[in-house]
């Protein structure tokens, strides 16, 4: 029994100024353990300050970006429209020549010239490159 009692001041002695030793908790004096933990709450929070504030810059960046798309699809889906009137016109303009038969002779007649100017200008170019 008496070895119990050495051996408990000994500790006692050893670790002088530490509260909770025998519930298995090491922890310090409060005074010490407030500074410690008031330092690392004030490091805590710089460092979500800083992570905020980066979410904030990085999503103020995607927002200017989409604007920026959202724009250019705007102006993409106006010249498709405007191509779109275009062409209907195009087409409806066609569909007046081609219900006639003689406008439809017309147009096989132009058809062939351009076709044969396109193959004779080939072929002077050929022949170009082949002198050449």
Known sequence: ??????????????????????????????????????????????????RVSFLKRVTGD?????ESHNRMLDKVGNKMDSARGIMSGTIN???????KKSNRKNCKLIAYFVLLFLVMYYLIRLLNYIRG
Do not use: C, P
Request: aromatic share 8%; hydrophobic share 30%; glycine share 4%.
């Open 93 to 99: 303009r066609f569909k007046l020549v081609f219900e």
């Open 1 to 50: 029994m008496n070895f119990r009692r050495e051996n408990r001041a000994s500790r006692t002695s050893l670790f002088d100024g530490l509260d909770g030793l025998e519930e298995g908790r090491l922890r310090a004096s409060s005074s010490y353990s407030h500074d410690t933990t008031e330092r690392d709450n004030d490091e805590a929070l710089e460092s979500l300050q800083d």
């Open 62 to 66: 995607i927002h200017e970006e989409v």
